[in-house]
Every structure is written in C-alpha cells, then in structure tokens.
C-alpha cells in the first residue's frame, strides 16, 4: 500500500465508521433495541475492516520510485550537524 493509500483507506475507515455508528444509533433508537444496534455497528466495523485493512490493488496506485544501488552510491548521505557545546559564561564582579 502507497502513502496515497493509506491516506485513503483511513479517510473511508473514519467516513464508513461514521456512518455506520449514527445508522445504528438511530436505528436501535427508532427500534428500541440495544441489541440490534450493536449487530449493526459490529456488522459496519466487520466491513469497514473487510474495505480498508487488506492490500487492495486501488490502494496501490501511486508506487513510490526507488533509486537503483548504483544510482544511491553517487548520492552522499546527509551527515548530523555538529553542535558545539562550548558557552562563555560571563563573570560578574
């Protein structure tokens, strides 16, 4: 999965969660049942997982591009910059 992917599969977790846990709600308000709210919200949270968590090829649509070994060695690395510690401590007299 690409980071547009992932992005993606997120954006629908959050929506269809959503979704989902207000249809339950007013459903099992509109029925009287606790018992059917929560099949449906189990039931959105089942699909929702069903959607979003396998490798689907959608989510693969912008590959990311690797640079060869070869090209990687001409490419130095960034090196950690170096900061000296060394403060002047002013003396009052």
């Known amino acids: 999965m690409d980071w547009q992917g992932q992005k993606q599969a ?6 269809l969660l959503l979704v989902f846990s207000v249809g339950a709600l007013a459903t099992g308000y509109i029925i009287g049942s606790f018992r059917v ?14 959607l979003t ?17 070869s090209e990687a060695e001409k490419h130095p690395k960034p090196q950690k910059a170096v900061v000296s510690k060394d403060k002047k401590k002013s003396s009052k007299k």
Do not use: C, S
């Open 10 to 15: 997120e954006l629908w977790m959050q929506i």
């Open 53 to 69: 968590v396998p490798n689907w090829p959608f989510f693969n649509r912008h590959p990311l591009k690797w640079l060869d070994p």
């Open 37 to 50: 709210m929560m099949l449906i919200y189990a039931g959105g949270v089942f699909f929702t997982t069903l």
